[in-house]
């Protein structure tokens, strides 16, 4: 937490835009995490949210769209060329749907 928040300081005071990003992954992989680690997880997640109001986070680690599709994913945790191709796709649409991110 200590090193993520140093990482957010850094682009605030250099007039970046941090967005917080939660990568797909297999469901596969998802069913492994316990309770109690998804909700450390979380509440690590909603503590920096609200020691920097505006910031963005996007989760898409249990997005069906992704999660449910192995044909996206080289392993667990990783997308392969056509998964990458896609998510990029989503996360463009979604940052420039937020006012983030304009692009043609």
Same mark, same amino acid.
């Given at each position: $937490?200590? #090193?993520? %928040?140093? /990482? /957010?300081d850094? !682009? #605030? &005071? @250099?007039?970046? %835009? ?6 797909? $992954?297999?469901?596969?992989? =998802?069913?492994?995490?316990? %309770? @109690?680690? +998804?909700?450390?997880?979380y509440? &690590? !997640? &909603?503590?920096? =949210? /609200? ?5 963005? #986070? ?6 069906? +769209?992704?999660s449910? *599709?192995? *044909?996206?994913? +080289?392993?667990a ?7 990458? &191709? /896609?998510?990029? %796709?989503? =996360? ?6 937020i006012?983030?991110?304009s692009?043609?």
């Amino acid at each position: $937490m200590y #090193y993520l %928040k140093k /990482i /957010i300081d850094y !682009c #605030y &005071n @250099e007039g970046y %835009k941090p967005v917080l990003v939660t990568l797909p $992954m297999t469901e596969e992989l =998802l069913s492994l995490f316990s %309770k @109690e680690f +998804k909700a450390d997880f979380y509440q &690590n !997640c &909603n503590d920096v =949210l /609200i020691d920097y109001q505006g910031l963005v #986070y996007l989760d898409y680690s249990s997005q069906e +769209k992704f999660s449910g *599709n192995l *044909n996206y994913f +080289k392993d667990a945790d990783h997308l392969n060329t056509d998964g990458a &191709n /896609i998510f990029s %796709k989503q =996360l463009f649409t979604d940052l420039g749907n937020i006012g983030i991110l304009s692009y043609r």
